[in-house]
């Protein structure tokens, strides 16, 4: 009898183990993320025009379909629905995993819509990537520095809006029927003045001003035009906001700084205290 029973209790014990590992692969979080990278890695390649009919590639692609339903299915099944879905991140998931799930479908049965649209579904999957935000050190507060430097950057951000609004009308009015590439309507001089605002190729503007006119001053006003621009949007409006921006994202190492040397002082005072008690000790 004990011999009968061992292997089916051997059996049962090793399956059991698989089962175990089996889950608990899916379940780990960085087996997901190098599995989301090498999908990664798999699509990039696809994108090549040599590699589109690579069939190791496609089946690679969809091999990586399977196991990111099979992820979900296993947290599912672990956490049950409720736990499963109380994670953003998981909500995420599935939601890509739901978008992913046609190209798979396409397999087995024809599908209404064009192939090029399971290209676009597979796109989809590369969002996932994001996942590696959550392997950051000190993500949170990275997150809410950025939040704090958002909020304080509103008031420059739409000081710019409104000084490229009003420098793309002025800008449109005066120079339209000159260079209409760059300002024959509002939305195409707003764009312009954006791109002088980078300093992103700003005199070839003004020198193709000059080339379309024959008056001299014309081109002297419209150089000494631009260069203001310049100045007003990109060397002091950007970098205004950028100050901004950047000693916002640095507010919290000024705050470790400033505890540090509180304490510090709180040290100092103690320690002058304790030598003046001395001194005072020795007199008597």
Not at 119 to 130: D, Y
Request: one cysteine or more.
């Amino acid at each position: 009898m004990n011999q009968l029973t061992n292997p089916l209790i051997t059996s049962i014990i090793f399956s059991s183990q698989d089962s175990l590992m089996f889950k608990d692969f899916f379940l780990s979080e960085k087996n997901m993320i190098y599995a989301i990278l090498a999908s990664g890695i798999i699509i990039f390649f696809l994108y090549f025009p040599e590699f589109h009919e690579v069939p190791v590639l496609t089946y690679l692609d969809n091999f990586f379909v399977v196991l990111f339903v099979i992820e979900a299915i296993v947290k599912i099944r672990t956490f049950k629905l409720k736990g499963y879905f109380s994670s953003n991140w998981n909500k995420f998931d599935f939601a890509i995993v739901v978008l992913s799930l046609p190209s798979l479908i396409a397999l087995f049965l024809p599908l209404p819509f064009h192939t090029e649209f399971l290209k676009i579904l597979r796109l989809f999957r590369l969002i996932r990537l994001i996942r590696f935000i959550s392997f950051i050190p000190h993500m949170n507060s990275i997150v809410a520095g950025l939040g704090r430097a958002l909020k304080a950057s509103v008031f420059v951000i739409l000081a710019l809006f409104f000084l490229n609004f009003m420098l793309a009308l002025i800008t449109c009015h005066f120079y339209g029927h000159l260079v209409p590439e760059y300002f024959r309507d509002p939305l195409i001089s707003s764009y312009t003045i954006f791109q002088l605002f980078t300093v992103e190729g700003w005199n070839e503007i003004p020198a193709l001003i000059a080339e379309r006119t024959d008056s001299p001053v014309l081109s002297a006003i419209s150089r000494f035009y631009f260069v203001i621009v310049v100045l007003m949007g990109g060397i002091f409006g950007m970098s205004l906001a950028n100050a901004v921006f950047v000693d916002e994202m640095t507010i919290d190492n000024n705050q470790v700084l400033e505890e540090k040397i509180d304490r510090l002082e709180e040290k100092i005072e103690a320690l002058t205290g304790m030598i003046q008690k001395s001194q005072t000790s020795k007199k008597d």
